[in-house]
């Protein structure tokens, strides 16, 4: 006996309330299809909670903070047919929320934002998970054992490396490096240019590993790619882009091989980026430049990974530690 699929908003809820916010998120804001898709399971969410509570019958506008805050209470528990909602998840479904309900209010069709205000639960502070040098030295060696083992074709084996290279060497967002084209590569300069988050562009250095990677690659492998060609595609016969699930699935390949813990993303390649430039010392400005914040705030956290690695070395080398 199958077990019975999600519950879903109807599609004429979906028509009148998500799809024109969905797509000005799309189109106007260009957020990612990633935030989108978070965006739109928080609203089915919120919709199949207000049904629930007999909420939605009177419509949006008729929602109270009190409404709110007892959302926030509740879907932190386990409901009849919702999973609890742990607090990270909670935060990124209040955004959601906030934003749809600004927008309808914008468009007219909400008088008031019923979420400005509601309290949320603090989130824990969390330091990022990151690869020591050593480690992902060992990573990055991955595709070169299954070449000299010959378990695995040199086509794929050099464009996982130069998948590997341009996360860790560039500090990519696994977005940004799928949608990276040859053509944003400049191989003078070693310098890429990335359309990052709310399509705003910076330029990456690369690194002189990962550009020589990249120039074996296109020689040895793709002689007849153009500027437009995709810097990583899925199979040596087809042109079409490698997507973030195939980098994902490839990446716990190689952190099977060298004894990592694979539940480590390739968000984590960017961590270390980021850790092993701030402990040799590198300016925190020029950190968040180059990965692209928006906030320095944002790339502050990585301190607190440094200075904990420097109490680390000094518990162990200082006599009086």
């Not at 739109?40 to 929602?63: I, K, P, T, V």
């Not at 595709?143 to 086509?155: K, S, T, W």
């Not at 968040?288 to 070395?313: C, F």
């Amino acid at each position: 006996m199958s077990r019975p699929g999600p519950r879903l908003p109807p599609p004429e809820v979906l028509a009148q309330w998500w799809e024109p916010f969905g797509e000005y998120l799309a189109k106007e804001r260009r957020y990612s299809a990633y935030t989108v898709r978070n965006y739109r399971q928080a609203f089915g969410d919120f919709y199949l909670w207000l049904q629930d509570r007999g909420l939605w019958g009177a419509g949006l506008g008729a929602l109270t903070a009190r409404d709110l805050r007892d959302w926030v209470i509740e879907r932190q528990r386990p409901l009849d047919n919702l999973p609890a909602l742990d607090r990270r998840t909670l935060h990124n479904h209040a955004s959601g929320l906030r934003a749809l309900f600004r927008y309808w209010r914008r468009e007219g069709r909400l008088d008031r934002n019923p979420f400005a205000g509601v309290p949320l639960p603090k989130l824990e502070k969390r330091l990022p998970q990151f690869l020591t040098e050593d480690q992902m030295k060992l990573l990055l060696h991955g595709p070169q054992r299954l070449i000299e083992n010959g378990a695995l074709d040199p086509f794929l084996a050099w464009r996982d490396r130069l998948a590997m290279e341009l996360l860790y060497g560039a500090g990519l967002r696994v977005s940004e490096l799928v949608a990276l084209n040859l053509g944003d590569i400049d191989p003078d300069s070693g310098v890429a240019r990335v359309l990052g988050k709310g399509r705003k562009e910076r330029l990456c250095p690369i690194g002189r590993v990962a550009l020589a990677v990249l120039q074996k690659f296109r020689t040895e492998f793709r002689p007849d790619a153009t500027d437009r060609s995709s810097v990583l595609p899925r199979t040596k016969h087809k042109a079409q882009r490698m997507t973030v699930r195939t980098v994902q699935l490839m990446l716990k390949r190689y952190l099977a091989l060298a004894g990592l813990p694979l539940d480590l993303t390739p968000h984590k390649l960017r961590h270390s980026y980021a850790t092993h430039l701030l402990n040799a010392g590198a300016d925190l400005r020029l950190v968040q430049e180059l990965l692209g914040h928006a906030s320095l705030g944002t790339t502050q956290v990585y301190t607190h990974v440094s200075v904990a690695r420097l109490k680390e070395i000094y518990a162990k080398a200082h006599p009086r530690a």
